[in-house]
Nanobody
Framework: QVLLTESGGGLVQGGDSLTLSCTAS????????MGWFRQAPGNERRTFVA?????????WETGSVKGRFTISRDDAKNTVYLQMNNLKPEDTAVYYC?????????????????WGQGTQVTVSS
């Protein structure tokens, strides 16, 4: 069992920046592809935001955040980050990190084995 704990959410204004962190309680963190998903208000499903391969050399981002959000990882700290710049009101959501042990398609929610509890990001206009 892997416990994921997100932090760094909050209320910001449009154009501001936030960095989300997700720390994992596992000694094999470097074996996991890590992803960030979000669930916007009124949406039943989580949607893909970004992911980083277990090797750390490949990242994926959804189109609406490319050029604004950056995912990174520090395996020594068992932590994955999501740097979010130029935030927009449409980025308002609960953000979840997730861990995938077996290297599935990174933007598919079902491939992830473990999930955090989520952290709220609210962007005012």
């Amino acid at each position: 069992q892997v416990l994921l704990t997100e932090s760094g959410g909050g209320l910001v204004q449009g154009g501001d920046s936030l960095t989300l962190s997700c720390t994992a309680s596992t000694g094999t963190f470097s074996d996991y592809t890590m992803g960030w998903f979000r669930q916007a208000p009124g949406n039943e499903r989580r949607t893909f935001v970004a992911a980083i391969r277990w090797t750390g050399d490949i990242t994926w981002e959804t189109g609406s955040v490319k050029g604004r959000f950056t995912i990174s990882r520090d395996d020594a700290k068992n932590t994955v980050y999501l740097q979010m710049n130029n935030l927009k009101p449409e980025d308002t959501a609960v953000y979840y990190c997730a861990a995938d042990r077996f290297g599935g398609v990174p933007d598919v929610e079902d491939v992830y084995d473990y999930w955090g509890q989520g952290t709220q990001v609210t962007v005012s206009s």
